[in-house]
Structure formats: C-alpha cells, structure tokens
T-cell receptor
C-alpha cells in the first residue's frame, strides 16, 4: 500500500539554526499538509499546499516557516531560525483530489531544539 | 472556533471486550470526520472516514458512527485484542473549503491479555 515517507525520523538542532524536514507524499496525491504535535498536546495544523502554492495556513505558520515542492516527488518544510518551542513531532500528510478523500500521514520527524 | 474533545483520555479493558470511544465537536458544520490510530512514537494511521452525509462506516472489527447535529461520533471496537492498544484520535474537517483537520487529544486504549 502506498505511504507517505518522512526523513529524517529524528533531527537535533541548535537553537537559531535552520532546519529542513522532508516528505515524499503518495505519488498520485495533489494536496499536501504539515501538522505538528508538541509532546502531550493535540496534533495541530500548520499549512496546506495545492497546485504549487499555499492554500491555507494557521497562525502558527509565521514568517519563520516555509514550504516548497522542489520537484515532482518531494515536499519540504523549512524553519528558518529555530526556537526551543519548535521542538515537536512534525507530520506530513497528503490526500487525493476532492474534499471527500482521507488524509494519509507519515511517521513523522521528531525535531529537538537544544 | 472548532473544538474536538475525546473522552475518556485513557481506557483499559480486558481482551475480548467490546468498547466504544467517544468524540465530540462544537461546530456541527463539518465536511467529514476521520478516525486515526497512533502507536507510541509513530505516525497516524487512518482507520475510517465518515462523510457528513453518512451515519456510519465499518472496517473489519471497527465501526464508526456520526451524529452531526449533536456533534458526536463514536468508534466501536468489537472483540478487542492486545494489538489494538494505541491512542485513537478523531479529527474533523470543516465545511466551507477549509482543508485542515482539527484533532482531539485522543483516547489511549490498553487491551490487557
């Protein structure tokens, strides 16, 4: 069964450094998402991406965050200058055409900011 | 603002028991509702998706129901097994073109052999 893959599984970074989280969505999916889950808290929406542009973003997704689809398979989340509070599990998800399709999630990248 | 609540936060049952997990949401104007399973340190596995026009969906031993007007969904697990032990999350997608899912905090299920 096709799946969403994320790399790396764990990233440790010094505060203030830039970090890029990578995702390969399911190949025929058209909608791509990033969510995050701070330890012990709910999964929170960050951003959705469709047709090579951001279609929706949350208040969390400020100027420090950016997303990109650099080629036909990868989808990345960049955090420009990491803060301690960015420590979380980051999940990539994708879905097919149409609002009736389920979102499929990857296993996540655990980001630890020191 | 949509809020999703799941009660109880944790549930422990003996193997073989049938059980129900609850999810409630404050805004009934939803497009669909999705149930997920999350194993420790892992991603979210989609279990069932119910469209707003549907009353229930079934997959194997799982049955999810939706009562949109009252803002409630249940996930019924029949004949529970130790392998069902995980955290179960529900998430709703609002009407009106939003693509984001709004999640509950989950119910941590332990099935004891």
């Amino acid at each position: 069964e096709p799946e969403v893959t994320q790399t790396p599984s764990h990233q440790v970074t010094q505060m203030g450094q830039e970090v890029i989280l990578r995702c390969v969505p399911i190949s025929n999916h058209l909608y791509f998402y990033w969510y995050r889950q701070i330890l012990g808290q709910k999964v929170e929406f960050l951003v959705s991406f469709y047709n090579n542009e951001i279609s929706e973003k949350s208040e969390i997704f400020d100027d420090q965050f950016s997303v990109e689809r650099p080629d036909g398979s990868n989808f990345t989340l960049k955090i420009r200058s990491t803060k301690l509070e960015d420590s979380a599990m980051y999940f990539c998800a994708s879905s097919g055409e149409g609002a009736r399709q389920p979102q499929h999630f990857g296993d996540g990248t655990r980001l630890s900011i020191l | 603002k949509q809020e999703v609540t799941q009660i109880p936060a944790a549930l422990s049952v003996p193997e073989g028991e049938n059980l129900v997990l609850n999810c409630s949401f404050t805004d009934s104007a939803i497009y669909n509702l999705q149930w997920f399973r999350q194993d420790p340190g892992k991603g979210l596995t989609s279990l069932l998706l119910i469209q707003s026009s549907q009353r229930e969906q079934t997959s194997g031993r799982l049955n999810a129901s939706l009562d949109k007007s009252s803002g409630r969904s249940t996930l019924y697990i029949a004949a529970s097994q130790p392998g069902d032990s995980a955290t179960y999350l529900c998430a709703v997608r609002a009407q009106g073109g939003s693509e984001k899912l709004v999640f509950g905090k989950g119910t941590k299920l332990t099935v004891n052999p």
